[in-house]
């Protein structure tokens, strides 16, 4: 069996990865707030893990890998969409409208995340739906003296597991007090104390509980979802490096200290995070979009995943319109090259070790290049599809058209201005070729239009 090395966050090494259970691969990661569109950003570690469910299903069975991801609609954000939908004379209470707002993003989300290739989890809980989970466990914590209420509060003590607390990010308490924004209320005996519940009013979503009517703090859900359908101890967790503190910081010290007997994740996992032509994105310099955003604008799913893929996970990744154009062009020769070809028995050794290999998918797509080379379209087919590309349910939009009408117009339009000396129709012709993305080859021998990245046929329709 291949043995899989991934870079554990905590130990800060790269760990020969060895199951609880080999008949049971266990991985739990954080999944949206879901209360907008996702931005090309929340893509990344989606594409990732995505990959990485791909690679241990391969290795140890589709049936033995259980893979959680989860949705939080209890949000302020999504709160404030409802409230003001609600304002603007929308029908239905509020609860209701943070109720459609959340079915709304989440269908949003799959479909988007869908485009990229990405299998959907095992398990996609709502927080909302295990709200009776979560109050159990903040109780026990009460109960074990890691966590106290205090007006409508209920709060983590972090003196209680000092000795635990910061280990995954290598940060001591008094560090993280000096380092952090933390929020600064009465009722905390300690700075570092973080909200498991907190009170919500009478016009805003909220459960009855032993501490008043309120919601759930924000890292308590996953500890929560992930101890109901993972158990006290399991294989991996994964999120983004900017969750690695508070948030799974957080998450660790309530989940061992609720289940002291679990281990709760034993491998975590941190993708780094996305720019945009060498810049952090940001509203303010023009530079943020949404997944969505991209695909209405013509750019492929298939394309995204590919440019992702093409930077390791633990290094920053820069979207680029030349790496798309790049990305796509090289899809395109690589799908026309398999077009009706059976892929192989399995992927290529080589790929498959570069994937094990910390998720190397940078050296994957190196060897699905070099398969390609050499001409071995089975092999690069089902070599590809580990990674999620070149699925048959993925290709409609590099499919090959017809172009021999257009390539023919042309040709009769430049053979009668050979005659006419005028060329003005030769250039309308060539001019709405090229901005639909075709390659213009014209010789002695005739009109030759090729698809080149960014072909869009939509803009021939007025040829």
């Keep these: 069996m291949t043995t899989i090395k991934l870079h554990n966050t905590r130990t800060r090494t790269k760990e020969d990865f060895v199951p609880i259970d080999s008949d049971n691969v266990r991985m739990y990661v954080c999944g949206p707030t879901v209360y907008d569109r996702a931005h090309l950003g929340n893509a990344r570690p989606v594409v ?11 290795v140890y069975g589709a049936d033995q890998v259980t893979y959680v991801r989860n949705f939080t609609d209890v949000d302020d954000k999504i709160n404030a969409t409802a409230l003001a939908r609600k304002q603007a004379g929308a029908e239905g209470s509020l609860e209701q409208l943070v109720q459609e707002r959340s079915d709304e993003t989440i269908g ?15 398990a996609m809980p709502r927080a909302t739906e295990y709200i009776a989970q979560m109050i159990e466990m903040i109780d026990g914590l009460i109960a074990k003296g890691h966590a106290y209420a205090a007006e409508g509060h209920v709060l983590f003590a972090v003196d209680s597991w000092k000795s635990g607390y910061g280990k995954l990010s290598g940060r001591s308490v008094d560090d993280m007090i000096a380092g952090a924004r933390v929020e600064v209320a009465p009722y905390k005996k300690n700075p570092m104390d973080f909200v498991l519940w907190k009170p919500s ?3 805003l979503p909220g459960w009855d509980s032993p501490w008043g009517r309120g919601r759930p703090g924000w890292h308590i859900e996953c500890s929560a979802m992930s101890y109901e359908l993972l158990g006290a101890s399991f294989d991996i967790h994964g999120g983004g490096n900017d969750l690695m503190f508070p948030h799974h910081e957080n998450e660790i010290a309530q989940s061992c200290c609720a289940h002291p007997k679990g281990e709760f994740a034993r491998v975590w996992l941190h993708n780094e995070m996305l720019q945009v032509e060498g810049k952090k994105m940001s509203k303010s310099l023009g530079n943020f979009f949404t997944v969505h955003d991209l ?12 440019v992702f893929l093409q930077t390791h996970y633990r290094k920053p990744m820069d979207w680029t319109e030349k790496k798309a154009r790049e990305a796509e062009a090289t899809l395109r020769k690589w799908r026309a090259l398999t077009a009706g070809v059976e892929p192989a028995a399995s992927a290529a050794p080589s790929v498959i070790e ?7 998918t940078a050296g994957a797509i190196a060897e699905l290049h070099r398969l390609a080379a050499d001409g071995d379209a089975a092999a690069l087919l089902a070599s590809a ?3 999620g590309l070149l699925g048959n349910d993925m290709g409609a939009w590099a499919e090959a058209m017809d172009l021999s009408t257009f390539a023919a117009r042309l040709a009769e339009a430049r053979a009668e201005a050979m005659q006419s000396k005028d060329f003005s129709e030769v250039d309308r012709l060539k001019s709405v070729f ?20 960014g072909f869009d046929a939509s803009k021939l329709e007025d040829v």
């Design 48 to 58: 990732v893990f995505d990959t990485l469910y791909r690679l241990l299903r391969h």
């Design 108 to 122: 949003w989300y799959l479909h988007d995340m869908g485009a990229l290739g990405a299998l959907e989890p095992n």
């Design 201 to 203: 009013t009478d016009e």
């Design 295 to 306: 695909l209405e604008q013509g750019v492929p799913g298939e394309v995204i995943r590919f």
């Design 354 to 360: 570069a994937l094990a290999d910390d998720l190397n």
């Design 385 to 387: 599809q580990v990674l």
């Design 434 to 453: 090229v901005a639909a993305g075709l390659e213009v080859r014209m010789s002695k021998e005739g009109v030759e239009l090729v698809p080149a990245a």
